[in-house]
Structures are given as structure tokens and as C-alpha cells.
């Protein structure tokens, strides 16, 4: 398909990147490109310069200091599937991404990519605030870090706002994790989908695809009649579309939090 | 460098080198099929579901709708063009052709790049590594079953019988 014209450049270092997408208004940045050019097919998006993310091999980084998990916003899925770190740090990310899509939607899709699409029925935005991810923003005053649970403003819309760049990922260590979904055949887009994570203390949930944005309860207990009563009292409002009802969404909701949790439960 | 709409770029194609001024907007589909005129590679949904365009952009494979031409400057790429590279089909086309694979042929191209690329990565693979390793590819015609025999034979395994 022939898409609308549109400028492309190359930066060849993140504040050259940063610098593109201040300069021009209707600048938009290039990750994968495994939704973006999709949605410039279809003219939903039409941004007037692309800045091409994909030679930036410093935001391609994985790396572990501490307790923490540091992921550059272009790597791949298929590079996090790979990682030794993100195996040992925070396994259940490499689980997530050998769910979403394909093989070559994989090996071209990034993390980065995937949060900052903010599609309501993307994995990541809920398995990133479940697990408590903060995510790095790189602007022209410099570089902030935003909670994961910040982060989410509304359908396709982040914390990261026009003229800025998510640079990196950071993700606490740990492995008492889960992630459930009911999808559209096997691997497919998620219909409801839960992020479950047993921190010290505590139980963290994060729903997908019943809201705008990943909504997190947090249940008093692990057991299924504790995290029943925390998602029925988050008073979910699905909205209904022709693979579910709203009823039916608030249904899976809580089985696929229930089934999270006992996952997350077991895991060791 | 700053933004621009044309661009030189050079990509090499099954071991030669094309150099072409392309649209910035151009997807990279378009430019192996119509500027360079290797037709194998196949637009089928144009949507990045089918995979029928998946080529193997500098040893990975990608659906070619989802990458602009100018992104594969400085690439490599390989086809389905070059698999027969010699005249001589190579074990997997082989196979698919044994194990009546394709009925229409549409998405061979796709499938025979991705499970090039399957076996590359994984030379014996299990039922499951094939169709999880295939599953950006539909084919409308075989139902999957002969496709699956026909990676499986390639890989030097012995293909089940379903009788």
C-alpha cells in the first residue's frame, strides 16, 4: 500500500532523536513499526516525519545492576526472549513476549513500541505496572522517570508526551510473577488479560483491556475469594465489542486475575 | 541527517547488490517486488497478518509490509528467489512439494522464508517449535497439516502418519 508522503530521518544518537522530534511538529518516533506503519496504512495516523529509532544500538540495551532490570526501549521481543539477564532477573517478560503475535512480529516489535502504542489490549502496559516498571523519558529539559502506573493516560496515550522519547525501562528483580489472558486463538489479541505479582507484603494485579488504561487492584490475600472481592469492588465498566459483552468482560476479569495469582503462587 | 522523502539506498538481494532512489513511504514489499522486480516475495493482506511478504532481513525474519525500504539500506535480504538459488530446489521446497504443501501456492513464499528461518534456528523441531515457528503465516488452502509434514520431512524427521 502506498502510504501518505512522509519525512524520514535517521538520528544517529538519542539527543539527535530527541532534538528531530522537538523540531518538527507532527514528528513521530519509529520503533518497530509493527503497529505504526500499520496505522499509517490505514491513514488512523498520519505523522508528517518519521524518526527512525533502529540504528540507536544504546536503546537496544539489556543490563542488570543490583535488584534492578534495566531494558532499552527498542529491544525486541525477541531479544528479551533471548536475554540471560531478563531470565534471571524478571523471567515472566520473556514468557510475555514469546505470547505476542509472531515470530516476525517478534523479532521487529519492541518493548518501547508496545507501551507507548498504549493499545488497550497490548501485554505489556498491565505486566509492566503489575510489576511495578518505571519508565524513563528523555526531553529536551533533561531525563524524568514516570511509575508504570503513571505512565498509562488513555488510549493510545502515555506520560511520554510530544517532543519526548521513552528511553529505558527499569524493572525491579523477581519471580513470584504471572500473566493470564483469554485471547482471540492461541497467541492472539488479548479479550481480558491479567498481570498478577506477589510482592513482599503484598498482591498486585493489573487488568488489560477493560478500561483505557491497565487498572491495578491490589487484593488483602492470595486466595481466589480475596482477589474476587478486590477486582468485583474495582466497579469495572468494560466496554463491549463483538468478541465480548461488557458483562462478560467483567466476568473474565475475574477469572483471569484468580488465574494469575494462583500462578503467580506457584511460581518460584 | 535530516528528513527527507527520497533517498538513495543499496540493499543486496539473494548475494546481488541493488542500488534504487525509493519514497521515503515506501514499503520494502513494494521495493523488491516492483523496483527490483523479484515477484516471488507476495503482498497478501497488506496488513501485517498473512505473512506472505516475510522476508529474512539481515538474518531475521520480517514481514516486508512492516518495514519501509528505506529502513534496509546497507541490508542484506533473502527471498524465495534465492533459495533455488543454483535451479536446484533446496530440501524444503523439496519437501513441500512431496508433501503437497501448497494448493494455491499464494503463501509458499511466505512459508518457505519462515520456515527457512525455523530451521536455521532450530534444525529438528518439534511439531509445536513448527507451527509456533509458522504462525505468522496463513495459507487458506491445506489446513496447515501438509506444511507441518513437509518442514518436519525437511528437517530429516520422520512425518507421522495420520491415516
Redesign the interface.
Known amino acids: 500500500m502506498l502510504l501518505r508522503e512522509v519525512e524520514y530521518a535517521r538520528p544517529s544518537s538519542v539527543d539527535e532523536a530527541v532534538r528531530m522530534l522537538g523540531a518538527h511538529e507532527g514528528a513521530r518516533a519509529l520503533a518497530g513499526g509493527q503497529t505504526l506503519v500499520n496505522v499509517m496504512k490505514a491513514r488512523a495516523a498520519s505523522p508528517d516525519v518519521l524518526v527512525d529509532l533502529n540504528r540507536l544500538a544504546e536503546l537496544r540495551e539489556i543490563s542488570v545492576s543490583g535488584d534492578t532490570l534495566e531494558l532499552g526501549a527498542m529491544a525486541t521481543y525477541t531479544q528479551l526472549l533471548a536475554s540471560s539477564e531478563v531470565e534471571v532477573a524478571r523471567p515472566i517478560l520473556a514468557e510475555v513476549c514469546g505470547l505476542i503475535a509472531d515470530v516476525q512480529v517478534r523479532n521487529r516489535g519492541t518493548i518501547g513500541g508496545n507501551v507507548c502504542s498504549n493499545d488497550p489490549t497490548n501485554h505489556l502496559p498491565p505486566l509492566l505496572v503489575a510489576l511495578g516498571a518505571e519508565m524513563v523519558i528523555l526531553g529536551p529539559d533533561g531525563e524524568r522517570t514516570v511509575s508504570a502506573s503513571d505512565f498509562f493516560l488513555g488510549v493510545y496515550m502515555t506520560a511520554a508526551g510530544p517532543g519526548e522519547l521513552l528511553t529505558s525501562i527499569r524493572v525491579p528483580a523477581g519471580r513470584r510473577d504471572a500473566f493470564e489472558a483469554i485471547t482471540l486463538g492461541a497467541d492472539g489479541t488479548c479479550i481480558v488479560s491479567a498481570a498478577a505479582s506477589l510482592v513482599e507484603g503484598g498482591v498486585r494485579v493489573a487488568i488489560g483491556c477493560v478500561d483505557a488504561v491497565p487498572i491495578l487492584v491490589e487484593p488483602a490475600a492470595a486466595d481466589e475469594a480475596a482477589v474476587r472481592a478486590a477486582v468485583g469492588a474495582a466497579g469495572l465498566e468494560p466496554p463491549a465489542d463483538v468478541h465480548a459483552s461488557s458483562d462478560y468482560r467483567r466476568h473474565l476479569a475475574e477469572v483471569v486475575a484468580v488465574r494469575a495469582v494462583q500462578k503467580a503462587s506457584a511460581a518460584s | 541527517?535530516?528528513?527527507?522523502?527520497r533517498?538513495t539506498i543499496t540493499v543486496e538481494i539473494n548475494g546481488t547488490s541493488y542500488e534504487r532512489e525509493v519514497?521515503?513511504?515506501r514499503?520494502l514489499i513494494?521495493f523488491i517486488r516492483d523496483d527490483v522486480d523479484l515477484t516471488g516475495s507476495h503482498v497478501g493482506c497488506?496488513?501485517?497478518n498473512c505473512?506472505a511478504c516475510?522476508v529474512i532481513l539481515d538474518g531475521?525474519?520480517?514481514?516486508s509490509?512492516?518495514?519501509?525500504a528505506?529502513?534496509a539500506d546497507g541490508s542484506t535480504i533473502e527471498t524465495v528467489e534465492g533459495l533455488a538459488a543454483e535451479g536446484e530446489l533446496t530440501g524444503l521446497q523439496q519437501a513441500f512439494s512431496d508433501h503437497h504443501a501448497l494448493q494455491c501456492g499464494y503463501c509458499t513464499p511466505g512459508m518457505l522464508m519462515?520456515a527457512t528461518?525455523?530451521l536455521r534456528q532450530t534444525p529438528k523441531p518439534s511439531t509445536d517449535e513448527i507451527r509456533?515457528?509458522l504462525?505468522?503465516?496463513i495459507c487458506r488452502c491445506t489446513g496447515y497439516w501438509n506444511i507441518v509434514d513437509a518442514v518436519t520431512a525437511a528437517s530429516g524427521q520422520e512425518v507421522e502418519s495420520r491415516d
Open positions: 541527517m535530516e528528513p527527507v522523502t533517498q519514497e521515503t513511504r514499503l513494494h497488506d496488513t501485517g505473512g516475510s531475521q525474519l520480517v514481514k509490509c512492516m518495514v519501509l528505506v529502513q519462515s528461518a525455523l509456533k515457528g504462525q505468522g503465516n
